[in-house]
């Protein structure tokens, strides 16, 4: 079935450093999509991207998606304590009825030390 | 508050009851989605509503569980027989029909215990 692993499993990094996690498809997705789960929290919604080859910016976060569109990556700028959470890829399922089913990566756990 | 609703938070059961999860999703979205997330994984899609009509069941969901939307608003999602292996955060996602659009806003799930 179809596959998104994430890689690292676990980043730990001093505060100012930057950080980037990585993301790959077995197959071509349509889209894809980022989440960030605090501690304890639930998946918030960060960005998605739809084009290959997509570039697109959120202050510190840089996220890009392949020209193949089978890899996507996550690229913090200069870490803060605030970013500390499990940074989740997710692409559509292939073959359901629904845009919206998604199979997630199993998240990059980010802790920064101030 | 207007974001997805989840109730309750945390349940602990003994192996064998049955629970019964509620989610209220965003007023406005049509499509209601139940995923399970265990430690150190990414959540994994159960069950999909657009409306009231269940059209997707993941294999993952055994005939133990159900999942309902009698009128197109909130869901419950029913686990009979719990073993503890049922043991994870079921978490509630909605989102709004529009081409090309998939975000998904996600409830504070339902940490499920079962002894």
């Known amino acids: 079935g179809q596959q998104v692993m994430q890689i690292p499993q676990y980043q730990h990094v001093q505060e100012g450093e930057d950080f980037t996690t990585y993301c790959n498809s077995s197959t071509t997705l349509s889209n894809i999509q980022w989440y960030k789960q605090r501690p304890g929290g639930h998946p918030v919604f960060l960005i998605q991207?739809?084009?290959?080859?997509e570039v697109k910016k959120q202050k510190r976060l840089t996220f890009q998606f392949g020209e193949a569109k089978k890899n996507s990556s996550l690229h913090i700028t200069a870490t803060q304590t605030t970013d500390v959470g499990t940074y989740f890829c997710?692409?559509?399922?292939?073959?359901?009825?629904?845009?919206?089913?998604?199979?997630f990566g199993q998240g990059t756990i980010l802790t920064v030390h101030p | 508050d207007t974001g997805v609703s989840q109730d309750p938070r945390h349940k602990i059961t003994k192996r064998g009851q049955n629970v019964t999860f509620r989610c209220d999703p965003i007023?406005?979205?049509?499509?209601l989605y139940w995923y399970r997330q265990t430690l150190g994984q990414g959540p994994e899609f159960l069950t999909y509503f657009q409306n009231e009509a269940q059209l997707e069941k993941s294999r993952l969901l055994s005939d133990r569980f159900s999942a309902e939307r009698p009128k197109g608003s909130f869901s419950t999602l029913e686990i009979q027989r719990t073993e503890q292996g049922d043991s994870a955060m079921y978490l509630c996602?909605?989102?709004?029909?529009?081409?090309?659009?998939?975000?998904?806003?996600f409830g504070q799930g339902t940490r499920l215990t079962v002894v």
């Open positions: 007023s406005e979205h049509n499509r």
């Open positions: 996602a909605s989102s709004i029909d529009r081409f090309l659009n998939t975000e998904a806003f």
């Open positions: 991207l739809v084009k290959s080859g």
């Open positions: 997710a692409g559509p399922i292939v073959g359901g009825t629904s845009y919206g089913k998604l199979t």
